[in-house]
């Protein structure tokens, strides 16, 4: 015999296997909506059930840091002749990190825009979590050029002063820049 509170935990388990068993492609991140899920039920549990499955809920931690690190970044007078931004990518050692630096152009076909820093934030770069990160570069940014894009879809501070700029952009700071916002 269950108690209530057991039954409902069994019952959250089942759906929640269920949820993790229907994507239909491999991911490092579990959707939101099994996340959001699995944080309704015993979020110890949760976790412990979602590493076996190899996707993580910490997902939600970074953002939200990624997230506060943008808005205190951006919360101070910046310098009026802004156009760009750019989410700085580094690999050292196997570990990652972004920074985010305000430029003084923006130029699509000229990468090199992101090179004419005239902003940086006080702590102009935080590390990403390899649980966010992942091993490899390609899923790295792929997982950054995501988060950042749905911060800039948001009503967050600093999403409303990206939204004024010329051009945004993502990447590694030894590779190609990806233009997420532009003209």
């Given at each position: ?15 929640l ?15 939101q ?67 985010l ?83």
């Amino acid at each position: 015999m269950y108690t209530y509170q057991e039954y409902y935990l069994l019952l959250g388990w089942f759906q929640l296997l269920s949820l993790c068993k229907n994507l239909t492609k491999p991911v490092n991140r579990p959707p939101q909506h099994v996340t959001l899920f699995a944080e309704q039920i015993n979020r110890q549990a949760a976790t412990a059930v979602l590493a076996a499955l190899g996707l993580s809920m910490f997902h939600r931690n970074f953002e939200s840091t990624f997230y506060k690190w943008v808005n205190e970044s951006l919360s101070k007078e910046l310098p009026e002749c802004i156009e760009g931004f750019s989410f700085n990518l580094i690999e050292n050692c196997g570990d990652f990190s972004i920074e985010l630096v305000g430029t003084a152009s923006f130029d699509e076909d000229d990468q090199d825009w992101a090179c004419d820093e005239i902003f940086e934030p006080n702590r102009r770069a935080i590390s990403i979590p390899e649980k966010y990160s992942g091993l490899q570069w390609e899923i790295c940014l792929d997982n950054m050029q995501t988060l950042l894009i749905d911060y800039m879809k948001s009503n967050e501070k600093g999403a409303l002063v990206l939204q004024r700029a010329e051009g945004i952009g993502i990447g590694f700071v030894d590779g190609d820049l990806i233009v997420v916002k532009k003209p």
